[in-house]
């Protein structure tokens, strides 16, 4: 059983830094996939980031070079630095793992990738 709570959430002004935070918990965490997804009101899921256990990352187009996925193996945790950021990036933030041994037949960008979710953090860009 794998537990994951964000937090880190709240408003920023357009152009500014923010850091979400993702805490995990369970023994699966090092050799997980961890993403982070978010989702706006009246729109679907999309993905953001993603870290697999050796440390490859993938990025949504929309963020690459503006956010950073990291983790951190001792204290369990994932993170998502976000600079720069735009009105757009207003959404819930949504923290999850792919604990799974077996082949998922999806990639680090596809929500049935995840079996593991969190309860979001809002993050909201006013202009």
């Known amino acids: 059983q794998v537990q994951l709570v964000e937090s880190g959430g709240g408003l920023v002004q357009v152009g500014g830094s923010l850091r979400v935070s993702c805490a995990a918990s369970?023994?699966?965490?090092?050799?997980?996939?961890m993403g982070w997804f978010r989702q706006a009101p009246g729109k679907e899921r999309e993905f953001v980031a993603a870290?697999?256990?050796?440390?490859?990352?993938y990025y949504a187009d929309s963020v690459k070079g503006r956010f950073t996925i990291s983790r951190d193996y001792a204290k369990i945790m994932v993170y998502l630095q976000m600079i720069s950021l735009k009105p757009e990036d207003t959404a819930v933030y949504y923290c999850?793992?792919?604990?799974?041994?077996?082949?998922?037949?999806?990639?680090?960008?596809?929500?049935?990738?995840?079996?593991?979710w969190g309860q979001g953090t809002q993050v909201t860009v006013s202009s």
């Open positions: 870290i697999s256990s050796s440390g490859a990352t």
């Open positions: 999850a793992a792919d604990t799974r041994t077996a082949v998922v037949g999806a990639g680090p960008s596809a929500i049935r990738r995840y079996d593991y």
């Open positions: 369970g023994r699966t965490f090092s050799r997980s996939l």
